[in-house]
């Protein structure tokens, strides 16, 4: 039971540098959603995908591109990076919307460092 | 501004011990608030859902309150073990926003 398979889990970029975090998932979920955490503060989502072939941005959307690439995979791209991007990358998926109710299922996260 | 603030920032407790945590919030109007659980290097897992008619659930060593009209949720674990050192953290939906509220989560460490 793979569940949400994020990659890479770790990753060091120089600032300016691009690049893709990958998310997948093998539940069949309609929706998908990448989270920032950072210290002290709640996960903040950055872009979420409610069905295939669509996209919405969510809180804290600046620097950030993604592509929903088919229903199983939801990609989350830094164009040009900043340390301020330093952060846990959460990517996430659920059966409807999780602002319907439904519990969201999250992969184990990626450590990015930003120098 | 929906805020969800949780209550202590983190904790050492003895295995065996109970512990209750703490989480109020702002965000208006409510429909749910979950708690999930994350250990360290993981992502967060569900431990269980409050609608705004239930004010007590379990599931296991973990219960949940909630009481709607204070705006306070409680998760308290009963009998610690060690597996139940981890983040606690408290999310809570709004019938309106797309959006979940998170705290910024309560860290639990259990000692033997």
């Known amino acids: 039971n793979a569940g949400v398979t994020q990659t890479p889990k770790f990753q060091v970029l120089k600032t300016g540098q691009s690049m893709t975090l990958q998310c997948a998932q093998d539940?069949?979920?309609?929706?998908m959603y990448w989270y920032r955490q950072d210290p002290g503060m709640g996960l903040r989502l950055i872009y979420y995908?409610?069905?295939?072939?669509?996209?919405d941005k969510g809180e804290v959307p600046n620097g950030y591109n993604v592509s929903r690439l088919n229903k199983r995979e939801f990609s989350l791209r830094l164009e040009s990076a900043a340390p301020s991007q330093t952060s846990v990358y959460f990517c996430?998926?659920?059966?409807?919307?999780?602002?319907?109710?439904?519990?969201?299922?999250f992969g184990q996260g990626t450590r990015l460092t930003v120098v | 501004k929906n805020q969800v603030e949780q209550s202590p920032q983190s904790l050492i407790i003895l295995e065996g011990k109970n512990c209750t945590l703490q989480?109020?919030?702002?965000?208006?109007?409510?429909?749910?608030l979950r708690w999930y659980k994350q250990d360290t290097g993981r992502g967060p897992v569900s431990l269980t859902i409050?609608?705004?008619?239930?004010n007590t659930k379990s599931n296991g060593r973990y219960t949940a309150t909630l009481d709607a009209d204070t705006k306070q949720s409680s998760l308290h674990i009963t009998a610690s073990q060690l597996s139940d050192s981890a983040s606690y953290i408290c999310?809570?939906?709004?019938?309106?926003?797309?959006?979940?509220?998170f705290g910024a989560g309560t860290t639990v460490t259990v000692r033997a």
């Open positions: 999310v809570v939906r709004d019938s309106n926003d797309y959006k979940l509220s």
């Open positions: 996430a998926s659920s059966e409807v919307p999780a602002f319907q109710g439904t519990e969201a299922f």
């Open positions: 409050m609608t705004f008619s239930e």
């Open positions: 995908s409610a069905s295939e072939g669509t996209t």
């Open positions: 539940m069949n979920h309609n929706s």
């Open positions: 989480c109020n919030y702002t965000v208006s109007p409510f429909s749910n």
